[in-house]
């Protein structure tokens, strides 16, 4: 699943900013909690046809195990990507 902007679509970062609330929201609920779960800012970067599809969805697979989430990509459920 991804997020697809169209020609009716305002900008990535209000579309941005609806998925986050609205996932934080679920999220929240979900684990009986209140408070921020999304950082305040993301980085934008659009990919081109020349870039290495494969170096970058290893360095998004991989955003867990720096993070220290989990100890092995492997434990991460959502770590499978068609570009791996």
């Known amino acids: 699943m991804g997020l697809r902007l ?3 679509a305002s900008n990535l970062s209000k579309a941005l900013s609806a998925l986050e609330g609205r996932s934080a929201y ?3 609920q979900h684990l009986k909690r209140k408070g921020r779960l999304w950082q305040p800012a993301f980085y934008e970067r659009a990919l081109r046809a020349e870039d290495n599809r494969l ?3 290893r360095y ?8 220290g989430l989990v100890k092995s990509v ?4 959502f770590w499978d990507s ?3």
């Open 55 to 57: 170096a970058i969805a």
């Open 26 to 28: 679920s999220i929240n």
């Open 60 to 67: 998004i697979v991989a955003n867990p195990l720096r993070r």
């Open 82 to 84: 068609v570009y791996l």
């Open 74 to 77: 492997k434990d991460y459920p």
């Open 6 to 8: 169209n020609s009716n």
